[in-house]
């Protein structure tokens, strides 16, 4: 897969440098960890757990606390693998994506609208960013890019009532998936958290009978402030799934082993680029290989 | 946020510390990991922490802290003089040319924010008095051009474009050329973000430097960005020399370690720091602001300063 060379410390060579588990390993362990975004809180847990495991264990290998840690980032990615689909089935459905600035929402959306084609969906996208310079623009683009209709205001419109009508157009379309594009919002903001909230209400009372799917998107360069990105938003609108972007840099993105564990979110998606296949559905099991720098 | 009170963590330190007599070594060392731990979490990179720890840990047991009354307080003050230094002790502005046109070019990864802080620099540089001209050179980006043009207009700026059809280095030069031939004295070019690790791309901006030899080149720079920020810095200036860095979405929460470790990577100036979305939203960068956003502590250091 396109995912990142190892810039960081490789685990391998680390743990090849060491005879036996000690101390001093898992200190390097734990550098390898937060250079990863993995975070202070998050990591000590991680190594505090692999401390445990090898005393209780009685594991002197280096090469086993690989297995050790590997395991359990699995296991806390790995808990969802029931949920990593779209929530799109039955049809039906509707997919609202948020996050704050910058991050790749209108153009995930784009790579989805093509991904949600191939499977032969009926996919209408609704141009709910009236704020940015451009956005709508941007998202038209996108559109006649993969072949899919767009519904949209005036910049400066109210983007519920964008929703409302793209709703409307899809029951008369009978389009199988609906998916909206809102403007980047940082997670203090309340009034713009609050705009989220009305637009839920629309989709709520306007399509009752829609599947629905809330994705925040989360950027793999960001660090710590990821963990409050997603809990905020998961506050404002019952957030289903996240999206990873911008893995095909050099960061791994691993400020979501933490958001997983605290906030029981499954990453669906991530994004490996800029073009309109550069879309993957997230592997616990590669990503944690990117993670240390093994493909 | 777990580091919310890196300055009372010091202060229990020490207090358990009290009537024990001299502060040792070893609690210096303690009082080193709470530091460590807050710089961590506020995103420094981690071999920024490293050096910077080993500096204030030399220096505290050196003299100041074990002979103090105040350990805990002295410690702080210690961490904050020397983190306000290395993000740098002065404000910087735009260098303008002698020669006008100034040219100032943004570049940075993708969704950094270039865009949108082209239109406020061209609004900033405006009110000097000066007469600045855009230069739309993002070819990739879906309405990347229109984008700038709408920025351009909402601070009465012009401009420049030729469409997506031509390579970056033609946009540039011509943009150049069309500055001196209206009297615009600042001409500022908008990129497309990039990958660092994207050598065709990074080519691209060094054609580009190459041929228009920009005064300023500017590395855009996320506030929330993590551990990979030094990458990015590190690249951005070794394949184009940055004169210095803007700080974005600083309104947000983020602590934002990325200033420390990108200033500490490239020892260039962080000269502007962008905090919202509305073309007003940016202002001169602060370090000594910047410090104590990173360590959660503003209202702990007005108080020592007062003490
Ligand atoms: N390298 C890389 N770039 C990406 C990826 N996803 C998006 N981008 C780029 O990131 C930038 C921002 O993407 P957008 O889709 O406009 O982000 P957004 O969240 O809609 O931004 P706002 O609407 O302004 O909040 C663009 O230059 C995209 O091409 C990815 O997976 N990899
Ligand atoms: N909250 C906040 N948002 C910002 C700030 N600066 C830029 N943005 C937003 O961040 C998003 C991306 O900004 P752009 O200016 O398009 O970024 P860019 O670097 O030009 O993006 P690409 O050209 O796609 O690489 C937009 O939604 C901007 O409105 C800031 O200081 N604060
Ligand atoms: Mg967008
Ligand atoms: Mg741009």
Same mark, same amino acid.
């Given at each position: 897969?396109? /995912? +990142?060379?190892? $810039?960081?410390?490789?685990?391998?060579?680390?743990?090849?440098?060491?005879?036996?588990?000690?101390?001093?390993?898992?200190?390097?362990?734990?550098?390898?960890?937060?250079?990863?975004?993995?975070?202070?809180?998050? /990591?000590?847990?991680? $190594?505090?757990?692999?401390?445990?495991?090898?005393?209780?264990?009685?594991?002197?290998?280096?090469? !086993?606390?690989?297995?050790?840690?590997?395991?359990?980032?699995?296991?806390?990615?790995?808990?969802?693998?029931?949920?990593?689909?779209?929530?799109?089935?039955?049809?039906?459905?509707?997919?609202?994506?948020?996050?704050?600035?910058?991050?790749?929402? +209108?153009?995930?959306?784009?790579?989805?609208?093509?991904?949600?084609?191939?499977?032969?969906?009926?996919?209408?996208? #609704?141009?709910?960013?009236?704020?940015?310079?451009?956005?709508?623009?941007?998202?038209?683009?996108?559109?006649?890019?993969?072949?899919?209709?767009?519904?949209?205001?005036?910049?400066?419109?109210?983007?519920?009532?964008? $929703?409302?009508?793209?709703?409307?157009?899809?029951?008369?379309?009978? @389009?199988?998936?609906?998916?909206?594009? &809102?403007?980047?919002?940082?997670?203090?903001?309340?009034?713009? !958290?609050?705009?989220?909230?009305?637009?839920?209400?629309?989709?709520?009372?306007?399509?009752? *009978?829609?599947?629905?799917?809330?994705?925040?998107?989360?950027?793999?360069?960001?660090?710590?402030? #990821?963990?409050?990105?997603?809990?905020?938003?998961k506050e404002a609108t019952n957030i289903s799934g996240?999206?990873?972007?911008?893995?095909?840099? +050099?960061?791994?993105?691993?400020?979501?082993?933490?958001?997983?564990?605290?906030?029981?979110?499954? @990453?669906?998606?991530?994004?490996?680029?800029?073009?309109?296949?550069?879309?993957?559905?997230?592997?616990?099991?590669?990503?944690?290989?990117?993670?240390?720098?093994?493909? | 946020?777990?580091?919310?009170?890196?300055?009372?963590?010091?202060?229990?330190?020490?207090?358990?510390?009290?009537?024990?007599?001299? @502060?040792?070594?070893?609690? @210096?060392?303690?009082?080193?990991?709470?530091?460590?731990? #807050?710089?961590?979490?506020?995103?420094?990179?981690?071999?920024?922490?490293?050096?910077?720890? *080993?500096?204030?840990?030399?220096?505290?047991?050196?003299?100041?802290?074990?002979?103090?009354?105040?350990?805990?307080?002295?410690?702080?003050?210690?961490?904050?003089?020397?983190?306000?230094?290395?993000?740098?002790?002065?404000?910087?502005?735009?260098?303008?040319?002698?020669?006008?046109? +100034?040219?100032?070019?943004?570049?940075?990864?993708?969704?950094?924010?270039? &865009?949108? /802080?082209?239109?406020?620099?061209?609004?900033?540089?405006?009110?000097?008095?000066?007469?600045?001209?855009?230069?739309?050179?993002?070819?990739?980006?879906?309405?990347?051009?229109?984008?700038?043009?709408?920025?351009?207009?909402?601070?009465?700026?012009?401009?420049?474009?030729?469409? =997506?059809?031509? *390579?970056?280095?033609? $946009?540039?030069?011509?943009?150049?050329?069309?500055?001196?031939n209206h009297g615009n004295d600042v001409v500022i070019?908008?990129?497309?973000?990039?990958?660092?690790?994207?050598?065709?791309?990074?080519?691209?901006?060094?054609?580009?430097?190459?041929?228009?030899?920009?005064?300023?080149?500017?590395?855009?720079?996320?506030?929330?960005?993590?551990?990979?920020?030094?990458?990015?810095?590190?690249?951005?200036?070794?394949?184009?020399?940055?004169?210095?860095?803007?700080?974005?979405?600083?309104?947000?929460?983020?602590?934002?370690?990325?200033?420390?470790?990108?200033?500490?990577?490239? *020892?260039?100036?962080?000269?502007? #720091?962008?905090?919202?979305?509305?073309?007003?939203?940016?202002?001169?960068?602060?370090? =000594?602001? !910047?410090?104590?956003?990173?360590?959660?502590?503003?209202?702990?250091?007005?108080?020592?300063?007062?003490?």
């Open positions: 897969s396109k /995912t +990142t060379q190892g $810039i960081t410390v490789k685990i391998e060579d680390l743990i090849k440098s060491y005879q036996k588990v000690d101390e001093e390993l898992l200190e390097e362990l734990e550098e390898v960890l937060i250079t990863a975004d993995i975070g202070v809180q998050t /990591t000590m847990e991680i $190594i505090d757990h692999i401390r445990d495991k090898a005393k209780a264990e009685k594991i002197k290998e280096p090469e !086993m606390i690989k297995v050790i840690l590997k395991d359990k980032l699995k296991e806390i990615l790995g808990e969802f693998e029931d949920d990593q689909q779209l929530n799109i089935q039955p049809s039906p459905a509707i997919i609202l994506v948020v996050g704050v600035n910058g991050v790749g929402k +209108t153009t995930s959306i784009g790579k989805i609208a093509h991904k949600l084609k191939g499977q032969n969906k009926k996919v209408l996208l #609704a141009a709910a960013d009236t704020f940015r310079a451009a956005a709508v623009e941007q998202l038209k683009i996108w559109g006649d890019r993969v072949g899919v209709e767009v519904i949209s205001h005036q910049e400066g419109a109210d983007p519920a009532a964008v $929703i409302f009508d793209a709703i409307q157009a899809a029951k008369a379309r009978k @389009v199988d998936v609906l998916i909206c594009d &809102t403007a980047g919002r940082l997670h203090n903001k309340k009034n713009l !958290m609050n705009e989220l909230g009305k637009i839920s209400k629309i989709v709520e009372r306007e399509y009752a *009978n829609a599947t629905r799917d809330v994705l925040l998107v989360l950027d793999a360069t960001t660090g710590q402030n #990821a963990i409050q990105q997603a809990k905020i938003f996240l999206v990873l972007t911008k893995l095909d840099g +050099t960061a791994k993105g691993g400020v979501i082993i933490g958001i997983s564990q605290e906030l029981k979110i499954p @990453v669906k998606l991530i994004g490996v680029g800029e073009g309109v296949a550069d879309l993957q559905e997230f592997d616990s099991n590669s990503f944690v290989n990117a993670l240390f720098g093994e493909e | 946020m777990i580091f919310e009170g890196l300055a009372e963590k010091l202060q229990n330190t020490f207090h358990k510390l009290k009537g024990k007599g001299k @502060v040792n070594e070893k609690d @210096v060392n303690d009082a080193m990991r709470e530091v460590k731990m #807050a710089l961590l979490e506020a995103d420094v990179n981690f071999k920024v922490v490293k050096d910077f720890v *080993n500096k204030v840990k030399a220096r505290a047991i050196g003299a100041e802290v074990l002979e103090s009354l105040t350990p805990g307080q002295q410690i702080i003050k210690i961490v904050n003089e020397e983190l306000t230094e290395l993000m740098g002790s002065t404000q910087s502005k735009i260098a303008f040319s002698s020669k006008p046109p +100034t040219v100032i070019m943004l570049v940075g990864l993708q969704g950094a924010g270039k &865009t949108t /802080t082209c239109g406020k620099l061209a609004k900033l540089i405006k009110k000097q008095a000066k007469r600045p001209l855009l230069i739309a050179a993002d070819i990739y980006r879906p309405a990347a051009i229109k984008q700038l043009q709408v920025v351009g207009g909402q601070v009465d700026v012009p401009v420049f474009t030729m469409g =997506d059809k031509q *390579n970056p280095v033609n $946009i540039a030069k011509a943009g150049l050329e069309h500055a001196i070019i908008d990129t497309a973000g990039r990958l660092h690790i994207d050598d065709e791309l990074m080519g691209e901006l060094q054609s580009v430097k190459e041929s228009i030899k920009p005064h300023e080149i500017l590395l855009v720079v996320d506030s929330m960005t993590g551990q990979d920020a030094v990458n990015v810095a590190e690249h951005f200036n070794e394949k184009l020399g940055i004169d210095g860095v803007i700080l974005t979405k600083l309104d947000g929460d983020t602590r934002g370690g990325a200033a420390l470790s990108v200033r500490a990577v490239t *020892n260039k100036p962080i000269k502007f #720091a962008a905090l919202g979305e509305k073309l007003d939203d940016i202002e001169v960068f602060h370090p =000594d602001r !910047m410090a104590s956003r990173i360590l959660g502590m503003g209202d702990v250091l007005s108080l020592i300063e007062k003490a």
